[in-house]
């Protein structure tokens, strides 16, 4: 198999029934063959998310294991924008605020773009005002993506439109990941995470993920690597 077909699979993308097996069987796995009507058809756990699960999952235990307030899937509106933010963490009396959007792909670059601006637009509004907060001290918004080749190679084909939504350094984002709250002021950073090893990687530009080495090939791999048993 070629290489683009692999990515598109891995992507989420549709494939052949010889693809399929032959990449169970590269990786190890038994090839099973359900029918179902889909019309029928509900999600189980084996078809959740469990990477993104458990990257949030991860933020949030750590978040919470500093005594701080937080939040997953909240949801938000302003107007015609609605929307969930993936994992929020706050401090009332000091007025801070962590907004984590977590990336295990980037299927489409451009829709990720959309929600992500209007999120550092409307989002701490709409949250202070739920928390009878009139106006933040500090912002952090972070774009933390899986620590894949599968989704760094996607860094590196849109690099100027992720610098343009992450264009500051890491520091406000490490304050919040060591215990720390960040001093004043609004920030987006981009953020590697590998939820198997539970470790984390800053990168304060676009240009520190086009030479960062990958933890895993892609999402696949990982999931596999979480999955019980």
Known sequence: MSASAVQRIEAGGTGSLDAYASLGAALGLRTELLFVDARNQRPTRAQSDLVH???GELEVRRMLGFGRLAGVDEPYQHF?????????????????????????????????AGAWNAKRQYLAAQIGERLSIRRWRSVT???????????????????????????????????????KLPPDGVSATFVLLDPVASSRRSIGHINEALSSRPRHRGYAEVALRLRPG
């Open 53 to 55: 699960a458990a990257m």
């Open 80 to 112: 015609q924008f609605a929307g969930r933010a993936d994992v929020l963490a706050w401090s009332v009396d000091d007025r801070a605020l962590l907004h984590i959007e977590n990336r295990t792909r980037f299927p489409n670059v451009q829709e990720t």
């Open 141 to 179: 918004h972070a774009m933390v993506g899986l620590w894949t080749r599968e989704l760094l190679e996607e860094v590196r084909l849109h690099r100027s439109t992720f610098q343009s939504m992450c264009p500051d350094d890491d520091s406000a984002f490490s304050d919040w990941w060591h215990g």
